[in-house]
């Protein structure tokens, strides 16, 4: 059964809209979030983390939100550029700084001009 | 840094080979992780350590394969005998005390 979950295989957004990536998880035992992003042919790129003790938190383009009694966290990115266009991936980590994590299958961003 | 360094980028064998893939970590990241990706599965954890031990193995499919960590700044992952199913990318992750992981470019993996 899958742990954490990105119901939406793929996305198109116009460039300068906002972007928004959901995910799901099912272990309340999480105890922190990264956003990743992938280009094809490369490795996956840290993005954004949060905190399960935190709601928000912002990097440039970039906000991840966190509702915890929803089991739910969605990145946003705004304004979008066709730069963003890649495979986005939730991953959540329970206990421990350095704990295995597990990640959701992937949303692919397409981020028209 | 040169980043998280993976060695072959491709690697085409034939099914019953033995192949074994490369890792540098990032100095100084006292963590390294082996995933495998593939179109049905996603990203799939198969192995990690912490400070060269091996931490959590559960994640390795069969016998068939095995990881090791001599040193620090070394890891290998090995498939003996290789089968067809075994097809997918491997990525190489390691990490600082502070968890978020850097990943390699990864290996592509062809066993006809």
């Known amino acids: 059964d899958q742990q954490v979950k990105q119901n939406s295989p793929s996305l198109s957004v116009q460039e300068g809209r906002i972007s928004i990536l959901n995910c799901d998880y099912t272990?309340?035992?999480?105890?922190?979030f990264l956003w990743y992003k992938k280009y094809p042919a490369e490795g996956p790129t840290f993005l954004i983390s949060?905190?399960?003790?935190?709601d928000k938190n912002e990097d440039g383009r970039f906000t991840v939100f966190l509702n915890k009694s929803a089991k739910h966290l969605s990145l946003h990115i705004v304004p979008s550029q066709p730069g963003d266009s890649a495979v986005y991936f939730c991953?959540?980590?329970?206990?421990?700084?350095?704990?295995?994590?597990?990640f959701g299958k992937g949303t692919k961003l397409s981020v028209k001009p | 840094d040169a980043g998280v360094i993976q060695s072959p980028r491709h690697e085409v064998t034939e099914m019953g080979q033995e192949v074994t893939l490369r890792c540098k970590p990032i100095?100084?990241?006292?963590?390294l992780f082996w995933y495998r990706q593939t179109m049905m599965r996603g990203l799939e954890l198969l192995i990690y350590?912490?400070?060269?031990?091996?931490?959590?193995d559960s994640g390795m499919p069969e016998d068939r394969f095995s990881a090791k960590m001599p040193n620090a700044s070394f890891s290998t992952l090995k498939i003996q005998p290789s089968e067809p199913r075994d097809s997918a990318v491997y990525f190489c992750?390691?990490?600082?005390?502070?968890?978020?992981?850097?990943f390699g470019p990864g290996t592509r993996l062809t066993v006809l």
């Open positions: 992750a390691s990490s600082p005390w502070t968890g978020e992981q850097f």
């Open positions: 272990n309340s035992m999480f105890d922190y």
């Open positions: 949060i905190s399960s003790i935190k």
């Open positions: 991953a959540a980590r329970g206990g421990g700084s350095q704990g295995n994590l597990i």
């Open positions: 100095s100084g990241h006292n963590s």
């Open positions: 350590f912490n400070n060269n031990v091996p931490i959590d």
